[in-house]
């Protein structure tokens, strides 16, 4: 295994802080965080996309959680060494499912580099490994067109397809394009991603949210994450399931904003 090749985007800016957001598996960043990153109007919001998704290379080899982590840490060392984040501007992260799975990794090895973390619809463990592979093997042979009715279901509370259906199309599209070999290799990091045990390691402020009808991390997987790290907050978005910045921009942006801001104020 190796770090994986990834890149950001620049969603909005230029301002201070900076917000660096993390992707859910099957989808790329600006559709994931476009309309809450508009709302994030104090933040610079940069969003990096998983290794054969959006923007980023298709991946040559497995990888890790770790290597993810490593991967975004290594984004923000060069941003702040060539000066794209000025010295002394906090740096913030938000992920969505395996993008939150990696924020709660960045605390674990690289918590020198947050002012706080959000970890969004998703859990210190996510699914069972038989699980993961099982969907690995699926998608590496028949490809990412064989997930879209599955994540649709899991993805979106009820009636918000018809409700945004330009917002549900273009996450769908994202997961339809992206690099079968890549996601299972993502897959198949999931499946071996278990940090139940070391969250006390965590001394970074850590706000976990859940989409109130996630049926996949549902708000019992927040709790116990702001419940075992050395200082956690837990909160619930109404009417989301599991694309929090998605199907409710507006309430994600806000708790955010909250949340970061707080930490913000304390460390002036």
Same mark, same amino acid.
Request: hydrophobic content about 45%.
């Given at each position: 295994?190796?770090?994986?090749?990834?890149?950001?985007?620049?969603?909005? &800016?230029?301002?201070?802080?900076?917000?660096?957001?993390?992707?859910?598996? &099957?989808?790329?960043?600006?559709?994931?965080?476009?309309?809450?990153?508009?709302?994030?109007?104090?933040?610079?919001?940069?969003?990096?996309?998983?290794?054969?998704?959006?923007?980023?290379?298709?991946?040559?080899?497995?990888?890790?959680?770790?290597?993810?982590?490593?991967?975004?840490?290594?984004?923000?060392?060069?941003?702040?060494?060539?000066?794209?984040?000025?010295? &002394?501007?906090?740096?913030?992260?938000?992920?969505?499912?395996?993008?939150?799975?990696?924020?709660?990794?960045? /605390?674990?090895?690289?918590?020198?580099?947050?002012? /706080?973390?959000?970890?969004?619809?998703?859990?210190?463990?996510?699914?069972?490994?038989?699980?993961?592979?099982?969907?690995?093997?699926?998608?590496?042979?028949?490809?990412?067109?064989?997930?879209?009715?599955?994540?649709?279901?899991?993805?979106?509370?009820?009636?918000?397809?018809?409700?945004?259906?330009?917002?549900?199309?273009?996450?769908?599209?994202?997961?339809?394009?992206?690099?079968?070999?890549?996601?299972?290799?993502?897959?198949?990091?999931?499946?071996?991603?278990?940090?139940?045990?070391?969250?006390?390691?965590?001394?970074?402020?850590?706000?976990?949210?859940?989409?109130?009808?996630?049926?996949?991390?549902?708000?019992?997987?927040?709790?116990?994450?702001?419940?075992?790290?050395?200082?956690?907050?837990?909160?619930?978005?109404?009417?989301?399931?599991?694309?929090?910045?998605?199907?409710?921009?507006?309430?994600?942006?806000?708790?955010?904003?909250?949340?970061?801001?707080?930490?913000?104020?304390? /460390?002036?």
């Amino acid at each position: 295994m190796s770090i994986p090749a990834i890149k950001a985007t620049r969603l909005t &800016g230029p301002g201070a802080p900076v917000l660096i957001a993390g992707p859910s598996l &099957g989808t790329a960043a600006l559709p994931l965080w476009n309309r809450a990153a508009a709302a994030l109007d104090t933040f610079t919001v940069i969003g990096w996309d998983l290794p054969g998704h959006g923007a980023s290379p298709a991946a040559e080899d497995g990888f890790s959680i770790d290597d993810l982590a490593a991967a975004v840490a290594d984004l923000v060392r060069g941003a702040r060494r060539s000066g794209d984040i000025a010295a &002394g501007v906090p740096v913030f992260y938000a992920g969505v499912s395996l993008g939150g799975a990696v924020g709660l990794q960045l /605390g674990l090895d690289h918590g020198e580099l947050f002012d /706080g973390l959000a970890v969004l619809c998703s859990g210190a463990k996510i699914g069972d490994a038989e699980g993961w592979e099982e969907r690995a093997d699926t998608v590496r042979a028949q490809g990412t067109p064989t997930q879209i009715t599955g994540s649709a279901q899991r993805w979106f509370a009820p009636g918000f397809m018809e409700r945004e259906p330009a917002a549900a199309t273009a996450l769908l599209h994202s997961l339809q394009d992206a690099d079968r070999f890549s996601y299972a290799y993502c897959c198949s990091a999931l499946a071996n991603f278990d940090v139940r045990e070391r969250l006390p390691d965590i001394t970074v402020p850590v706000l976990a949210v859940a989409g109130a009808e996630d049926a996949v991390t549902p708000p019992s997987f927040a709790d116990l994450i702001a419940d075992r790290v050395t200082n956690g907050t837990a909160a619930v978005v109404n009417e989301a399931a599991h694309l929090v910045p998605a199907e409710q921009p507006a309430q994600t942006a806000q708790l955010l904003k909250d949340f970061f801001g707080a930490q913000y104020l304390e /460390g002036i």
